[in-house]
């Protein structure tokens, strides 16, 4: 390849600015930086940038969410302790930089349920603290910092919707049977009426009430194959479509701050398409497509709405940031998530569509690096990583990805599939994953696999396969249940063993476990489980593999790689295992990103012989070998 490196440090060091976020006065926007310990904090600026301000302090992991409260110079951050992902809830004034922990309760997790304009001086929170398996609703004031049960579950509520006064009016419930129920009442106080119910085949959840809190919006696949986007009168207690697309599922949501009106939605086709619902906002739209190619993601900026923030999305730069005046329908740049991307060999990622063997369209990306050609002009097959995401209930999508620029500026072809079970493209192709873990599901990704040696782009014998959490597992699932089709694995927090990964799941999961006997499979049936556990077939391990492992993991828990690495050990099969002591479902913290890609990128290079920059290993990094 004839072009240079790109170091890790551009691709998997902490982004330069990201996350904008207008205040609801419109006079400041915050948005998250690293400091000079390149720690992610939140920082503050004026609309017109001439000056900047830190505001947090965070001593080591890093901040990652946070949002604006309605009362003035208030926000409000999330963090975990090492991964564990009990969030705590923390205030911050702008002014006097004043921080307080909002939801100092040990072990217990908080999920911010919504704040409201109409109600500036609260927020509802759900804390698992009465028990740890289920979160209550407690009316939290953002002055005092006090906080009340407002709301207890019943214990199978799996999300809360209030109406613009902040009372609990409509609620998601799992059923016995893996299904879901939409739950609705007139006021606080009243029994809760089922004005929907979902079967385990469906998909669904309420979404926000109308400003007169009369109209429900609601997310459902009932009746259809895609989830559509529906109204449901409180008067007529009827539902109506709104927006629907027959191959697609709605996306994301364009709702008025004050008015609660949804003005437009979002499909995720090969890239995200917008569809205008208020006619007030057809120039906008109009005015933001033409501006600049790519991805458009809009937000609402004041709560006036007479700005809005702007994010456009490519696959061959960083996300930029623009603050977009509406009236003057004029633009002012903000910021670029990564500056020191631009002008660097970048490649394209280019939608593709292949065929399962039984018939079903597979969204993919392809990211192909510079080809060498043979005297004859064919192009040279290239070695290549299967990247597969996880989830699986969740799916890939077109855009800048750092890991497969990563990829292939190494000289690898980067296939990512959207393999049955993946979500976005309607029920059937979602529930057609159903109990199909290492199965029908891993045929999808071999039949990938198989097109990228048929169409010439893949060397056969340098092919290797990546992921974390299900993409970990389809990693395990690939060097054991199709031995011969990988030259080796990389493992990140996937699980080895269903039955201990079901097991172990946090308690908070609870109310999902039927759907999870659904997706995955049950307890009451370990011969199938341990049928599709990557842990009880480990002799079939013939490649090398490579994991990386949060020590603090509540999804995954470390034992899922304490496992199957030690049963290879054991075994004298080649496996090289880290363990990240500060760290989760995932690796937040840049040294440590940085540290295990290094190692990745010397595995890959050694079993597919692709390029590798030298480690120079960060210091501060958590990594030890396991």
């Known amino acids: ?275 205008v619902l208020d006619p007030a906002l057809k120039e906008d739209f109009a005015t933001l497509k033409k501006f600049k190619p790519g991805e458009i993601h809009p937000s609402h900026g004041d709560l006036a709405d007479t700005r809005w923030m702007v994010t456009y999305a490519g696959d061959t730069e960083a996300a930029q940031y623009y603050l977009y005046d509406r009236a003057k329908k004029s633009f002012q740049f903000l910021f670029s998530q990564r500056r020191d991307l631009e002008g660097l060999p970048l490649v394209s990622m280019k939608p593709v569509e292949i065929r399962s063997r039984d018939g079903l369209v597979l969204h993919s990306y392809l990211s192909i690096p510079q080809q060498p050609h043979s005297d004859e002009g064919d192009a040279v097959p290239l070695p290549a990583v299967l990247l597969v995401h996880g989830g699986p209930w969740v799916r890939d999508r077109w855009g800048f990805n750092g890991m497969a620029q990563w990829l292939a500026n190494r000289g690898y072809v980067v296939l990512q599939m959207n393999y049955r079970g993946s979500s976005g493209y309607g029920k059937a192709f979602l529930n057609a994953g159903d109990r199909q873990w290492g199965a029908k599901m891993h045929d999808d990704l071999i039949d990938g696999v198989q097109w990228l040696i048929n169409e010439g782009i893949a060397d056969p014998q340098r092919i290797g396969i990546m992921g974390g959490s299900y993409g970990g597992y389809a990693t395990l699932a690939g060097l054991t249940f199709t031995p011969d089709v990988f030259a080796c694995g990389v493992d990140i927090v996937g699980p080895s063993n269903l039955i201990t990964l079901i097991q172990t799941i946090p308690p908070y999961w609870a109310p999902m476990k039927a759907s999870f006997a659904k997706r995955v499979g049950s307890l009451d049936d370990e011969t199938f489980l341990k049928s599709r556990s990557p842990f009880f077939h480990v002799d079939k391990i013939i490649r090398p593999l490579l994991i990386g492992q949060g020590a603090n993991d509540p999804r995954v828990k470390q034992a899922e790689s304490d496992q199957i690495a030690g049963a290879m050990r054991e075994k004298k099969l080649p496996v090289d295992y880290w363990i990240y002591t500060d760290e989760g479902h995932g690796f937040a913290r840049p040294e440590n990103r940085m540290h295990f890609y290094a190692r990745v990128e010397g595995f890959l290079a050694k079993h597919l012989g692709g390029r590798a920059e030298p480690p120079n290993d960060p210091a501060g990094h958590s990594g030890v070998e396991g």
């Open 1 to 275: 390849m004839n072009v240079p490196l790109i170091p890790r440090k551009i691709l998997f060091g902490n982004p330069e600015r990201v996350s904008p976020q207008m205040s609801p006065d419109g006079r400041w926007i915050a948005f998250l930086a690293p400091d000079e310990k390149d720690v992610l904090q939140v920082w503050l600026r004026t609309v017109d940038g001439a000056s900047e301000q830190k505001l947090t302090a965070d001593p080591k992991r890093g901040i990652r969410s946070f949002f604006w409260t309605y009362l003035p110079h208030q926000l409000v951050y999330l963090q975990d302790h090492e991964g564990d992902e009990n969030f705590h809830l923390y205030k911050v004034d702008v002014q006097t930089r004043h921080v307080q922990d909002l939801t100092p309760y040990p072990g217990v997790r908080a999920d911010v349920v919504a704040v409201d304009p109409n109600v500036p001086g609260e927020i509802l929170v759900g804390l698992n603290r009465i028990d740890p398996r289920k979160h209550d609703v407690y009316r939290l004031q953002l002055n005092s910092g006090d906080n009340v049960l407002d709301t207890e579950n019943p214990g199978n509520v799996l999300g809360w919707v209030p109406d613009p006064d902040l009372k609990i009016r409509a609620a998601l419930a799992a059923t016995p049977d893996g299904g879901h129920e939409i739950w609705w009442r007139e006021k606080p106080g009243d029994a809760w009426t089922s004005i929907l119910t979902l079967s385990p085949e469906d998909q669904g959840h309420p979404l926000d009430f109308s400003a007169d809190g009369q109209t429900l919006y609601v997310l459902s696949s009932h009746s259809a194959n895609t989830q559509r986007l529906l109204t449901w009168e409180a008067a007529t207690k009827k539902f109506a479509v709104l927006a629907e697309d027959s191959h697609y599922d709605v996306g994301g949501i364009f709702l008025h701050p004050t008015r609660r009106v949804i003005q437009a939605v979002s499909f995720n086709k090969e890239k995200v398409y917008w569809l």
